[in-house]
C-alpha cells in the first residue's frame, strides 16, 4: 500500500450572487483575491488546504473546482444573476463534496472533514424546500462526508435562518446593524483567511481541526423567540 | 593580532550528505524564525544515544516545519527523557507532545516527561510492580504544581483542570524496558493521548504489511474514512488508562513516537515505514538518528519525536 500523500481539509467558499449582491461586486471580487493570494503567501499551510469557489444564485456555477493554490494560477470571477436558492446551493454540495473526498483519496491524501463557507446577504427564495436536502447533506450517517458549515449572514439575511444553515450556534454570524454589506463582505473575506490559516497550522497536531474566527462587524447569530 | 588559525578539518566532506532525507514529496526549504523569546533553552533538536550491555538506545526530537516557519515559529513542544536504572538495568522512558493549544506547552511536555521518569524510577527502587497509574497522577500534579506557580495562587487555591490545560496540556507514553534472562526485553507502557509505540520487525521486508506493528490503536491506519485530531491530553486523564505490556523479541525494535513520526508512517507499509526501517536496521550515530527524523514530507509539518531500543543479548 502506498504512503499517506497528507493529510488535507477541504474548504467550499459559497458566494452569493444573486441581484441584490450587485453593488458589491467589487468587494467580493476584491475578497477572492485577497483570499487567493494569502494561500499563496502560505505554502505551507496551503499544501494542506484545497480550495473551492462556487457561486450560487438560481443555480450552482463553479469559480473554482476543488485546487492546490500553490499552483493555482487564475483568481475565481464572480457574475451577478438571478436570485437566492438556498436548495440549489445544498444539493450541488450533496454530490459534489462526496466526489471531491473521494477524489482527493484517490490521490492518495487522507481528508478532514470538509469544511463550508457560506455567504448570503437575502433569504431564501425557495422558501423551506432547503431544508430536506440541507438535512441529508449535514447527517454524516447519510452522507458520510456531510461538511461542517460556517453561516456569515449579510443585508436581509435573519440570524434564524443562519442558524438553520449552520451545523453548530457557534459557526453562525450576521453582520451587525447599520455596517454596510460591501464593508460586512471585506470583513468576512479576512476572517476566512485566518479561520483557515489557523486550521490549517492546526492540522497534524494534538489539536481540535477546525478553527472558526468570528468576522469583525459581525455577531453570532442569536435566533428571535 | 592575527585570528587564529582555525582547522579545516571536515571541509571536504559532502554537505549533500546532510541534506534532510525526503520522502516524496519534499515540503520546502527555508530558514527558521527563533522559538519565543521565553523559550531560548528549548532547542530546535536534541538526540541521545547509549547502550548498555543488554539494549541499545536512540532518541531524538525535532521541531516541527510548522514551529520552524518564520512568520508563526514557535519552540518544538515534543519531548522524550530516558535513563536506565542502574541496579537491574531497566530502561525507563517518556517520550510527550505538548498540546499546540496550550500557551506554555513546550513546558508542560518537558515536565511530564521528566515526573514520569523520576516517578519511575523512585518505583523502581522501592521494588515490586510498577503502577503506571500513580505515575501518569504524578505528571498531572506537576502540572497541577506548574499552573498554580504561573498564576501565583496561594497553596490552597488549587487551579481548575481548564486552567492546567490552557497552559500546559500534553499527551504522555511511558513505561520500562526491563531485560530478561532469556535474553528478550519485557516492556510495560502507557499512554494518554495521540502519540504512539510500536515494534519494528527487522527480519521483515520493507513494505511488508507486518514490518510494523502497533502496540496502541492508530489514528491514521487503514479503513478510518475521515481524520480526526480530537485528543485527550494531560490534565485530562481517561477512564481507564491504556496500558500494555508486551515482550520485545531479538528481531524487534521498540518505538515510541509522536504523532509527528505516527501519521506518516501510517500502517508502516509504504515508502516512509521502509526509509525508517532501513536506517533503523543497526542502531544509527545518535546525530544521525535525529538527522532522520528531520525527514522532509509535503504537509507532514508536526514537532516529530522518536525513542528507539534495539535489544542486545550480551553483545557489548
Avoid at chain 1, 459559497?14 to 467589487?26: K, T, V
Avoid at chain 1, 477572492?32 to 505551507?44: G, K, V, Y
Avoid at chain 1, 436536502?133 to 456569515?152: E, M, R, Y
Wanted: net charge negative; with cysteine.
Amino acid at each position: 500500500m502506498p504512503d499517506v500523500k497528507g493529510v488535507l481539509l477541504p474548504a467550499y467558499v459559497l458566494a452569493d450572487e444573486s441581484g441584490s449582491m450587485g453593488p458589491y461586486r467589487r468587494e467580493l471580487s476584491d475578497g477572492l483575491l485577497s483570499l487567493c493570494e494569502a494561500l499563496r503567501a502560505e505554502p505551507m499551510i496551503a499544501a494542506k488546504l484545497r480550495l473551492a469557489v462556487l457561486g450560487f444564485s438560481e443555480d450552482v456555477q463553479v469559480r473554482l473546482a476543488i485546487a492546490d493554490m500553490r499552483t493555482e494560477t487564475t483568481v475565481p470571477q464572480v457574475t451577478i444573476r438571478g436570485v437566492t436558492n438556498y436548495g440549489a446551493v445544498f444539493n450541488d454540495l450533496l454530490y459534489r463534496i462526496p466526489a471531491d473526498v473521494q477524489w482527493l483519496r484517490g490521490q492518495g491524501y487522507k481528508v478532514h472533514r470538509p469544511v463550508v463557507f457560506f455567504l448570503s446577504d437575502g433569504q431564501p427564495t425557495d422558501g423551506n424546500g432547503w431544508r430536506t436536502t440541507h438535512a441529508t447533506l449535514v447527517d454524516k450517517a447519510q452522507t458520510p462526508a456531510a461538511p461542517n458549515i460556517i453561516s456569515c449572514g449579510i443585508g436581509d439575511a435573519k440570524p434564524a435562518t443562519m442558524i438553520d444553515v449552520a451545523t453548530s450556534e457557534q459557526f453562525a454570524f450576521v453582520a451587525r446593524p447599520g455596517v454596510s454589506i460591501g464593508a460586512a463582505i471585506s470583513e468576512f473575506f479576512a476572517a476566512l483567511v485566518s479561520s483557515l490559516v489557523e486550521s490549517g497550522q492546526a492540522l497534524n497536531t494534538a489539536n481540535p481541526t477546525l478553527v472558526v474566527n468570528r468576522p469583525d462587524q459581525f455577531t453570532m447569530a442569536i435566533d428571535e423567540v | 593580532m592575527a585570528p587564529r588559525q582555525i582547522s579545516n578539518r571536515g571541509a571536504g566532506l559532502s554537505a549533500a550528505a546532510w541534506e534532510r532525507m525526503t520522502v516524496q514529496p519534499p515540503s520546502m526549504p527555508f530558514e527558521p524564525g527563533p522559538p519565543k523569546q521565553s523559550a531560548y533553552d528549548v532547542l530546535d533538536t536534541e538526540c541521545e544515544g547509549w547502550s548498555t550491555d543488554r539494549f541499545t538506545m536512540r532518541a531524538a526530537s525535532v521541531r516541527g516545519d510548522s514551529h520552524r516557519w518564520p512568520r508563526r515559529s514557535k519552540p518544538r513542544q515534543d519531548c522524550v527523557r530516558a535513563t536506565v536504572y542502574e541496579r537491574t538495568g531497566t530502561l525507563v522512558f517518556a517520550v510527550a507532545d505538548g498540546v499546540s493549544g496550550a500557551v506554555h506547552s513546550e513546558f508542560g511536555s518537558r515536565e511530564a516527561c521528566r515526573t514520569a521518569v523520576e516517578t519511575l524510577v523512585e518505583q523502581l527502587a522501592r521494588g515490586g510492580e510498577i503502577d503506571l497509574g500513580a505515575v501518569v497522577q504524578n505528571a498531572v500534579g506537576r502540572l497541577v504544581e506548574l499552573t498554580q506557580w504561573r498564576l501565583g495562587r496561594q497553596p490552597d487555591e488549587a487551579p481548575t483542570t481548564k486552567e492546567v490545560s490552557d497552559l500546559f496540556a500534553t499527551t504522555l507514553v511511558t513505561g520500562i524496558v526491563q531485560p530478561t534472562r532469556d535474553g528478550d526485553c519485557f516492556v510495560d507502557l502507557c499512554r494518554v493521548g495521540d502519540s504512539g509505540a510500536w515494534a519494528l520487525d527487522r527480519s521483515r521486508a520493507p513494505y511488508d504489511p507486518e514490518l510494523y506493528t502497533p502496540l496502541f490503536a492508530t489514528k491514521t491506519g487503514a479503513g478510518k474514512k475521515f481524520v480526526s485530531n480530537r485528543v485527550a491530553a494531560l490534565p485530562q486523564l481517561p477512564a481507564e488508562l491504556e496500558r500494555v505490556q508486551t515482550q520485545l523479541a531479538q528481531r524487534e525494535t521498540l518505538l515510541i513516537g509522536t504523532d509527528g513520526f505516527g501519521d506518516p508512517l501510517g500502517d508502516g507499509d509504504g515508502e516512509f515505514g521502509a526509509m525508517f526501517a532501513e536506517q533503523l536496521h543497526t542502531p544509527p550515530a545518535p546525530l544521525w538518528f535525529a538527522h532522520v527524523l528531520d525527514f522532509s514530507r509535503e504537509t507532514f509539518d508536526d514537532d516529530r519525536t522518536l525513542l528507539a531500543v534495539w535489544p542486545l543479548r550480551g553483545q557489548r
